[in-house]
């Protein structure tokens, strides 16, 4: 069994990048890949399931991975996008004048961002598509300009007394990177779906017999539940609502969607909860009370439980932190 690692444990990727582990080194780390340096393949040679989310972007030259035991080979002006919890390796004999970018961002970090719910459902890490997209060089020269300004800020900004406001900075950064992400896979899915062939009759039967069995009406029972707790999850929290809501039972709500997708609707629901009541926490200007109610708890007591099971701190000292 291949255990999950943070970015604490990675503290061969630190000496890489030469960050001090005290300076927003639990947050995120920053690489850049040149043809002259190897240093990095050993930490990734062996196989290692991160705790967060990878940004690999190759702006020259090649790299095969093996991301969850597929290997995948990136080419110039292409970017692997991978999970939370993807095993990873590195075929270092594959490495030929590699000119790329990565960075590891931890998932804590991920979830402390301010931006929209729906985007989690909506990036390419979120999908059954390809991790890789094939970028525009403009692109590539955007996305790495987010990650270098990420980098810079750590390297500028690590002293005691800048700490909350690098932090700030970080987040922000990061969050219009991730908006980037999506406009980019948005771009990518279009650009495809414009170059596919119309199906034929026989190729659209053949989809419509698809969706008549039994996986896929699986597929899009999960599709639907997600869609349902985009839209109700500030003010329904249990599973048998979504589950009335499709006309099933919660029981195999839980199973359908743990099989389509590796989480079961009850984790489902509290992510879509959870990220909403951090950004109200910390953005909202509302107290703790009020955003209780807006979320549909009963008092602030019950919403304060829920908050620490879940993050391991009250909703005061995330709201300090």
Do not use: W
Not at 208 to 217: F, K, L, V
Request: charged share 20%; glycine share 2%.
């Amino acid at each position: 069994m291949i255990e999950p690692k943070s970015l604490p444990q990675m503290e061969s990727l630190y000496k890489i990048a030469n960050y001090d582990t005290a300076a927003n080194g639990i947050d995120y780390v920053f690489l850049h890949l040149q043809p002259d340096r190897l240093d990095y393949v050993p930490a990734l040679q062996d196989a290692i399931r991160f705790n967060g989310m990878i940004i690999f972007i190759v702006k020259s030259g090649a790299i095969t991975f093996a991301v969850n035991m597929d290997p995948v080979t990136l080419g110039p002006n292409t970017m692997l996008v991978s999970g939370a919890n993807s095993i990873v390796t590195v075929d270092a004999d594959s490495i030929r004048n590699l000119d790329a970018y990565a960075l590891f961002v931890s998932d804590e970090f991920i979830h402390d961002l301010n931006f929209e719910v729906v985007i989690l459902n909506n990036l390419p890490i979120a999908s059954n598509r390809s991790p890789i997209l094939h970028l525009e060089p403009d692109a590539v020269n955007q996305m790495v300009l987010y990650m270098e300004l990420l980098d810079r800020n750590v390297r500028c900004n690590n002293s005691d007394s800048n700490e909350l406001f690098a932090k700030s900075i970080s987040r922000s950064l990061l969050t219009a990177m991730l908006y980037q992400l999506m406009i980019i896979s948005v771009r990518s899915q279009q650009t495809a779906t414009n170059a596919e062939p119309a199906e034929s009759d026989a190729a659209a039967d053949e989809d419509a017999d698809e969706y008549s069995r039994p996986r896929s009406r699986r597929v899009l029972y999960t599709r639907e539940f997600v869609r349902l707790v985009r839209k109700y999850f500030r003010h329904e929290h249990t599973v048998r609502f979504y589950a009335n809501k499709l006309c099933i039972s919660p029981k195999y709500l839980s199973l359908v969607v743990k099989e389509s997708c590796g989480h079961t609707a009850a984790e489902i629901i509290d992510e879509y909860l959870l990220l909403e009541a951090k950004n109200l926490l910390r953005f909202s200007g509302k107290n703790i009370q009020q955003i209780a109610f807006e979320l549909n708890f009963s008092n602030q007591s019950s919403f304060g439980k829920y908050f620490k099971n879940l993050t391991g701190m009250s909703p005061s000292e995330f709201q300090n932190s």
